[in-house]
C-alpha cells in the first residue's frame, strides 16, 4: 500500500504494509539508520524519534498510524536546541558505547523544547524509557542540564 510520509520536512512515499512498524520503514525503506533498533517493544528508547515534537518509541507505532503527522529522526534534526544538545553531548562526552544515544538526544531534545529548566526529576522522567546498558546516566543528566543553560545565552 502507498503512504506518503512527512520525514525530515521532506514528503516521502513508501510502498508498504501499514502495520509496518515506524521504524523498519525509516530504516530499511528510507534508508534513516540513525534511528537504532534495541528491543522492539517500546521498552528502551534506542528508536526514539519525534512526532510533532512528541519523543516516542517508532517500533511500537505502525506507519499507517503516522497520518498526517510530522516525523523527525535524528538525521533530520535542527534548530537551536537540537544544536544545544549535540554540543553538550559532545563538550561532556554524554556517550560510551552510543548505540543509545541517538534515542536519549531525541528524548531531550523534545524535553528542553516543552521545558527549557528542567529539573534533575524532569530530566529522569522524560529520559526513564531511554536505557544505556553502559550506565552514564549522570553525564547524559548533565548534558541536558548544560544544553538548557546555553539556550539561556
Not at 105 to 133: Q, V
Request: with cysteine.
Amino acid at each position: 500500500m502507498a503512504l506518503t510520509l512527512v520525514v525530515n520536512d521532506r514528503r516521502r512515499r513508501v510502498e508498504v504494509d501499514p502495520a509496518t512498524p515506524l521504524l523498519w520503514v525509516l530504516r530499511e525503506t528510507l534508508g534513516l539508520t540513525g534511528t537504532k533498533f534495541g528491543c522492539g517493544e517500546g521498552l528502551c528508547g534506542a528508536c526514539t524519534v519525534h512526532l510533532d515534537g512528541e519523543a516516542v518509541n517508532s517500533c511500537t507505532i505502525s506507519v499507517g498510524d503516522v497520518g498526517r503527522r510530522r516525523v523527525s529522526t535524528i538525521e533530520g534534526t535542527g534548530g537551536r536546541v537540537a544544536g544545544a544538545v549535540r554540543e553538550s553531548w559532545l563538550a561532556l562526552d554524554a556517550a560510551e558505547c552510543g548505540y543509545c544515544q541517538p534515542g536519549q538526544m531525541m528524548a531531550a531534545t523534545a524535553l528542553l523544547t516543552a521545558k527549557p529548566r528542567p529539573s534533575d526529576e524532569d530530566i529522569d522522567g522524560a529520559l526513564r524509557g531511554n536505557l544505556c546498558r553502559c550506565g552514564i546516566y549522570d553525564r547524559i543528566r548533565a548534558a541536558v542540564h548544560q544544553a538548557a543553560e546555553s539556550l539561556e545565552r
